[in-house]
């Protein structure tokens, strides 16, 4: 574990590149109660569609707030909004006394999954029975969301196959919807309830596995991804600074969940720069996380992981960090001056 002393000396020779993230982009409030539980009756389905309506919707045409993923507060999202009075013309009606419970957008990115979708099945091993149907929204078939291999993975952990999943191609009435509220407000909160669901999971991944080889240094490099979020264009300079050390180099994209559960719980320090890979941290014991952050606030996702799973977490920005034109396959493109420079700086700080 990091000493404040240890770190304080050595940050007071870094001043010039390296900068210590403490402001955050949202907020991070962790919440011991169980999430909010609501039966909902007599409501509308409407279909997920790209650029139309879709949701959860009371019999007057409201939405039902419990079934929204909200983002940095309570905003309802355009497309889950009807437009002028709210009325709804149903073409098609569930009439039978069916309970379904609702699970929201599954969303098969895997940062998306681990802090939209997963965290509304906090409850679901209690509250399912062999007869009640798992209502969803997306754009794809339940059969090719479980051929994504960590989702797969995942949701079999909590004894949840294909069949056990619905939705509806038509706006649909529905008798009764049990909705559990999400464990993981994006940007804003998160519940112990989410942390003890992934340590589960965690737990049933890794019990085959023998924990007892332990791992230096993990780095988690995205030289080998051909589309993301954000990348850093010469990451290879780290890397290799990392690799000369004698760091062992992942690349996560091309291990399975439970081989990426492997190598986290057995490493003693992980460095990576910002990605959903780092919330694979949820499923592990307390880790040790050293971030090369490409801005100088924190999302909050990251935070409220690391408060739930109680990691020592720190974040450095580097200040010469160069915003660079946008690059096929990627969102947020970056140079880093004097990247082996800040490499030997981060690998110091992980190690003090």
Not at 61 to 90: N, S, T, W, Y
Not at 107 to 121: A, D, E, I, M, S
Not at 179 to 190: A, H, L, M
Not at 204 to 230: E, M, P, W
Request: aromatic fraction near 10%.
């Amino acid at each position: 574990m990091k000493t404040c002393e240890s770190t304080t000396n050595l940050l007071s020779n870094l001043m010039i590149s390296l900068q210590r993230c403490t402001l955050l982009w949202g907020t991070a409030d962790i919440h011991d109660d169980d999430p909010q539980v609501r039966v909902v009756d007599d409501c509308v389905y409407l279909p997920y569609s790209h650029g139309s309506v879709w949701g959860l919707f009371s019999s007057d045409g409201r939405p039902v707030l419990e079934a929204i993923d909200f983002r940095e507060g309570l905003h309802v999202p355009g497309d889950q909004r009807l437009p002028g009075e709210g009325r709804i013309d149903v073409a098609v009606a569930e009439r039978s006394d069916t309970t379904y419970i609702y699970v929201g957008r599954i969303n098969f990115h895997y940062g998306h999954f681990l802090v939209n979708t997963l965290p509304r099945f906090w409850n679901i091993t209690k509250i399912k029975t062999p007869n009640t149907k798992i209502l969803y929204h997306g754009p794809m078939s339940i059969e090719q969301i479980f051929s994504t291999p960590y989702v797969k993975t995942i949701l079999s952990m909590l004894g949840l196959t294909p069949e056990d999943f619905v939705k509806f191609v038509a706006p649909t009435k529905i008798k009764h919807v049990v909705v559990p509220k999400t464990s993981f407000e994006e940007q804003r909160s998160g519940y112990s309830k989410y942390k003890s669901l992934c340590h589960d999971i965690g737990c049933r991944l890794l019990r085959n596995i023998d924990s007892s080889a332990r791992i230096g240094t993990l780095y988690y490099s995205k030289t080998r991804l051909r589309s993301a979020v954000g990348i850093i264009t010469n990451e290879i300079e780290v890397e290799e600074y990392m690799r000369e050390k004698g760091v062992r180099i992942v690349y996560p994209e091309e291990l399975s969940l439970e081989e990426q559960l492997s190598l986290m719980s057995k490493a003693e320090n992980i460095i990576a720069s910002a990605g959903s890979f780092l919330h694979t941290s949820i499923f592990c014991s307390p880790r040790n996380i050293t971030c090369l952050n490409v801005t100088e606030q924190i999302n909050s996702n990251y935070t409220i992981i690391d408060k739930l799973n109680r990691n020592a977490a720190e974040y450095y920005y580097p200040t010469a960090m160069q915003v660079l034109p946008q690059q096929d396959g990627y969102l947020t493109a970056r140079y880093l001056p004097e990247a082996r420079a800040v490499a030997e700086k981060l690998f110091e700080i992980s190690r003090s």
